[in-house]
Every structure is written in C-alpha cells, then in structure tokens.
C-alpha cells in the first residue's frame, strides 16, 4: 500500500509542477495519500491546484471552482467525506467529458462515474456511493491530469 501511495505522490507532483515547489502542499500530499478517507475539502484543494490556483481557505476554493463550473453548487462541507460520485462530477466538468450519451444529457454526479469509469479516469463498475480514500483521490486527480495534458 505505501508503495502504491508513493507512486500516485510522484504521479501528481510530475503531472502538476507547480505544486512541487511548495513544500507544504509536499507534505499534504504525502498525508493525505495515507487517509482511509478523503475529504471533499481535499478534492476542492486538489481540483483548485490542479487548475493553477492556490486558494487561501475551502470558501475561497469551492467559490473558484463553482465559478469555473467544475463544482456543484450544493452545500458541501468541507469535512463530508468524499464519494465517487462528486470526485466524478468535478472530473467530468473539468475534462469536459461527453462521450457519454447519458452524462451528456442529464449532466450529473450519477451519470459521471460512468462516462470516468467510460474513460479510465476511474475504475468501472464501483458504486456512486463509495467513500473515496486519499490514495483513490489521488489517482483520479493524476489520471485527469494527464488526460488534460494529451489533449492540448
């Protein structure tokens, strides 16, 4: 599992090397890679980062990434545990997937995990419910990355 953990670090920190250099977000990573449970406070941190912004507070990300389309607007908590569902919205919105007939439809949380799992960016076939770890956001965050990097 630490192995697993490492390699997903390296992945983000290659994918996204403007957060290499500040050594708090070094450490963030690196704690929240060992998290049985990530926040979605994590993933508005990581989605914020990974879109060239370095918000000062959850408020302030939430806010930028709502604007930008990416988050869904509904009370969130910065504390509420993650699920495949939103981590999937906030991937689709920013891939700006639409290869899938029914997410390009509705345009929703339960039809994005299936146009991810659709395009690797998760794995297919999980619940929409499932709580996300910090290793699993991680990964979803570095495959998004490097899927926005082979298309541009």
């Known amino acids: 599992m630490r192995r697993k953990t490492a390699i997903i670090l390296f992945a983000v920190l290659f994918a996204l090397p403007a957060l290499s250099q500040d050594m708090g977000n070094i450490n963030y990573y690196a704690e929240l890679g060992d998290r049985p449970t990530a926040t979605v406070g ?47 919205y906030m991937a689709a919105r920013y891939l700006k997937l639409g290869d ?37 956001l991680m990964e979803i965050v570095a495959r998004m990355a490097e899927r926005a990097g082979d298309e541009k």
């Open 42 to 88: 994590d993933a508005v941190k990581l989605f914020a980062l990974t879109m060239g912004q370095k918000p000062r507070d959850f408020a302030a990300g939430r806010q930028f990434l709502v604007k930008e389309g990416v988050f869904p607007d509904r009370d969130y908590a910065e504390n509420d545990p993650l699920r495949r569902r939103t981590a999937a």
């Open 100 to 136: 899938s007939l029914m997410y390009s439809i509705f345009q929703n949380e339960r039809y994005a995990v299936v146009a991810c799992g659709a395009n690797g960016i998760m794995p297919a076939g999980r619940g929409e419910w499932d709580v996300l770890s910090g290793a699993e």
